[in-house]
């Protein structure tokens, strides 16, 4: 097997514009009165699909909490992940990072004693930050409308929450990159082994993988062929979401994440990217020492990971 890995710290070609003050807020929270109950996990799942979206995951988060943690601040805590096929195959032909929100993350919680739900998600700019795109691109302005249209659709009296922070200046690269050269007669061979050894470290190093969704199978079933394989891991770390959601619940819009194995034809380069950390604390203001370094130590426990996936 001819392996040579390359590590390469991407981030948008706007990160430097992006400073405490002037920029819009990376996270939409939609809040609504649910003193009924009337409003769930559930049927917003619903709400989802039948506005076209496929939900792969939609997983209630306080019985982790509980069972490892003992407590939970929350009456409702779940994380959904979704992704809309047709606006993925039209980003795919533009923007390789793609993967990075295919699925895209919510979350869905409601305070202990509250009687009100809120729901998470990314905004339009964040995700053309990550993904390397311009931030008027019509493909995810349009899919950050319908996502919003759908979600107050779901909860009819929802009212936009406003941050009390302010997003700041990212601290580092916003994408993790690993690039790696693959056999050019081999390489599906050597797409299993990989998969294998980092779907076994995965536990070992803490993470869990909250669902898989290949990709490149969609997008060869849409006649757009660019690729030998575009496969797509959920990760998320249960600490740091639980960590995290004490103070930012609104957090589920990064979790679980988003890592991609992809490789296009003619081509012997397999690249591994995922979003780093530092979305979260330049999204969110997070500057307590102890939620930076449980979310630092997440970073480089998937760093050290790929480095010995890829290095071997």
């Given at each position: 097997m001819?392996?040579?890995?390359?590590?390469?710290l991407?981030t948008s070609?706007?990160l430097?514009?992006?400073i405490?003050?002037?920029?819009?807020?990376?996270i939409?929270?939609?809040?609504?009165?649910?003193t009924?109950?009337?409003i769930?996990?559930k049927?917003?799942?619903?709400?989802?699909?039948?506005?076209?979206?496929?939900?792969?995951?939609?997983?209630?988060m306080?019985?982790?909490?509980m069972?490892?943690?003992?407590?939970?601040n929350?009456?409702?805590?779940?994380?959904?992940?979704f992704?809309?096929?047709?606006t993925v195959?039209?980003?795919?032909?533009k923007y390789p990072?793609?993967g990075?929100?295919?699925?895209?993350?919510?979350?869905i919680?409601s305070?202990?004693?509250e009687?009100?739900i809120s729901?998470s998600s990314l905004?339009a700019?964040?995700?053309a930050?990550?993904?390397?795109a311009?931030?008027?691109d019509?493909?995810l302005q349009?899919?950050?409308a319908?996502?919003?249209?759908t979600?107050k659709?779901?909860?009819p009296?929802?009212?936009?929450?406003?941050p009390?922070?302010?997003?700041?200046?990212?601290?580092g690269?916003?994408?993790?990159?690993?690039s790696?050269?693959m056999?050019k007669?081999?390489?599906e061979d050597?797409l299993?082994?990989?998969k294998?050894?980092?779907e076994g470290?995965?536990?070992?190093?803490?993470f869990v993988?909250?669902g898989?969704?290949?990709?490149g199978?969609?997008?060869?079933e849409a006649?757009y062929?660019?690729y030998?394989f575009?496969?797509?891991?959920?990760?998320c770390?249960?600490?740091?979401i639980?960590?995290?959601?004490?103070?930012?619940?609104e957090?589920?819009a990064?979790a679980?994440?988003?890592?991609?194995?992809?490789k296009k034809?003619?081509?012997t380069?397999?690249?591994?990217?995922?979003?780093?950390?530092y979305?979260?604390?330049?999204?969110?203001?997070?500057d307590?020492?102890?939620?930076?370094?449980?979310?630092k130590n997440?970073?480089t426990?998937?760093?050290?990971?790929?480095?010995?996936?890829?290095s071997e």
């Amino acid at each position: 097997m001819k392996i040579v890995s390359k590590w390469i710290l991407c981030t948008s070609m706007v990160l430097s514009s992006v400073i405490a003050g002037n920029s819009p807020s990376d996270i939409k929270v939609l809040s609504s009165i649910n003193t009924d109950g009337e409003i769930t996990p559930k049927t917003i799942e619903t709400a989802l699909e039948k506005a076209g979206f496929t939900v792969s995951v939609n997983r209630d988060m306080n019985k982790p909490f509980m069972k490892q943690f003992k407590s939970s601040n929350f009456d409702t805590y779940n994380l959904l992940t979704f992704y809309q096929k047709e606006t993925v195959l039209k980003l795919a032909k533009k923007y390789p990072h793609v993967g990075l929100f295919a699925p895209m993350s919510l979350s869905i919680y409601s305070k202990k004693g509250e009687n009100t739900i809120s729901v998470s998600s990314l905004s339009a700019e964040a995700m053309a930050k990550i993904m390397n795109a311009p931030s008027d691109d019509k493909t995810l302005q349009d899919l950050h409308a319908l996502v919003q249209k759908t979600l107050k659709g779901a909860m009819p009296k929802a009212v936009l929450d406003t941050p009390t922070y302010t997003t700041q200046k990212p601290q580092g690269a916003l994408v993790t990159e690993v690039s790696m050269e693959m056999d050019k007669e081999e390489w599906e061979d050597e797409l299993d082994e990989l998969k294998i050894g980092f779907e076994g470290e995965l536990a070992l190093k803490g993470f869990v993988m909250a669902g898989f969704n290949s990709l490149g199978d969609e997008l060869e079933e849409a006649n757009y062929e660019a690729y030998d394989f575009y496969e797509v891991y959920s990760i998320c770390k249960l600490v740091v979401i639980y960590t995290i959601a004490q103070s930012h619940p609104e957090a589920g819009a990064y979790a679980p994440c988003s890592l991609y194995f992809s490789k296009k034809k003619d081509d012997t380069i397999l690249h591994i990217a995922f979003p780093s950390v530092y979305n979260w604390m330049s999204s969110m203001a997070i500057d307590k020492e102890s939620d930076v370094k449980v979310l630092k130590n997440a970073q480089t426990g998937m760093e050290s990971l790929l480095k010995e996936l890829t290095s071997e």
